[in-house]
């Protein structure tokens, strides 16, 4: 399953985010993504294998979490977020997908899909669209059977920390609109088939 999972989703080599966590009980972790007043919880235990300004990856034994940070698109919210759904659970090669009907608390509208994946593994993918940002919020998430419920725990535990002071440092960050950065993921993905492939270099993590 770790194999696969490598394969759908490859590591990133970007900028460095400082991300704070601590846990919060026995079985929990709680991260927060200052730059944007974000929080969220996982379960313990959990290896951080990569973070960047919009982009972050924790793996256990059994699942593999990324949250990936867009700007809104323009248009039909709901009908272009769907459509990418779908466009991107084909592109992992996921079926028996159906819609997911997650709601998270404090934002303008959960949307996911969920499916199982050619090695037998579950995905969920679901695109979290925040209130007052011009934010959304995405969480792939692949995991062994049995496990959704503490999935969908883990996405609905997002929250936008609206009692904390605006970090001024989020006017320098620029996140790119989600269809503007799968074109762009395809175009890499070209030229990687075209070049060799180089060693992924590992990225330095901080914690406080």
Same mark, same amino acid.
């Given at each position: 399953?770790?194999? !696969?999972?490598? /394969? +759908?989703?490859?590591?990133?080599?970007?900028?460095?985010?400082?991300?704070?966590?601590?846990?919060?009980?026995?079985?929990?972790?709680?991260?927060?993504?200052?730059? $944007?007043?974000?929080?969220?919880?996982?379960?313990?235990?959990?290896?951080?294998?990569?973070?960047?300004?919009? !982009?972050?990856?924790?793996?256990?034994?059994?699942?593999?979490?990324?949250?990936?940070? $867009?700007?809104?698109?323009?248009? &039909? %919210?709901?009908?272009?977020?769907?459509?990418?759904?779908? /466009?991107?659970?084909?592109?992992?090669?996921?079926?028996?997908?159906?819609?997911?009907?997650?709601?998270?608390?404090?934002?303008?509208?959960?949307?996911?899909? $969920?499916?199982?994946?050619?090695?037998?593994?579950?995905?969920? @993918?679901?695109? +979290?669209?925040?209130?007052?940002?011009?934010?959304?919020?995405?969480?792939?998430? &692949?995991?062994? $059977?049995?496990?959704?419920?503490?999935?969908?725990?883990? @996405?609905?535990?997002?929250?936008? &920390?609206?009692?904390?002071?605006? &970090?001024?440092? /989020?006017?320098?960050?620029?996140?790119?609109?989600?269809?503007?950065?799968?074109?762009?993921?395809?175009?890499?993905?070209?030229?990687?088939? !075209? %070049?060799?492939?180089?060693?992924? !270099?590992?990225?330095?993590?901080? %914690? +406080?």
């Amino acid at each position: 399953m770790m194999n !696969r999972i490598k /394969r +759908i989703m490859p590591l990133a080599t970007t900028l460095v985010l400082l991300l704070l966590f601590t846990g919060v009980d026995a079985a929990a972790t709680v991260y927060n993504w200052s730059r $944007y007043d974000l929080s969220f919880e996982t379960p313990e235990g959990g290896f951080v294998t990569f973070n960047s300004p919009t !982009r972050f990856e924790v793996q256990w034994e059994d699942m593999v979490m990324v949250v990936q940070l $867009y700007s809104k698109s323009e248009g &039909n %919210e709901k009908k272009l977020l769907k459509e990418n759904l779908q /466009r991107k659970a084909l592109g992992y090669s996921m079926y028996d997908l159906n819609e997911g009907k997650i709601k998270v608390k404090g934002f303008k509208k959960t949307y996911s899909i $969920y499916g199982t994946m050619p090695d037998g593994s579950r995905a969920i @993918i679901a695109d +979290i669209v925040s209130k007052g940002q011009d934010l959304i919020i995405e969480v792939t998430v &692949n995991y062994l $059977y049995g496990n959704r419920e503490q999935v969908e725990d883990m @996405i609905k535990s997002f929250a936008e &920390n609206k009692s904390l002071q605006p &970090n001024h440092e /989020r006017k320098h960050q620029k996140v790119q609109p989600k269809q503007k950065a799968e074109q762009q993921e395809r175009q890499d993905k070209k030229k990687q088939e !075209r %070049e060799p492939a180089k060693p992924v !270099r590992d990225e330095d993590l901080h %914690e +406080i």
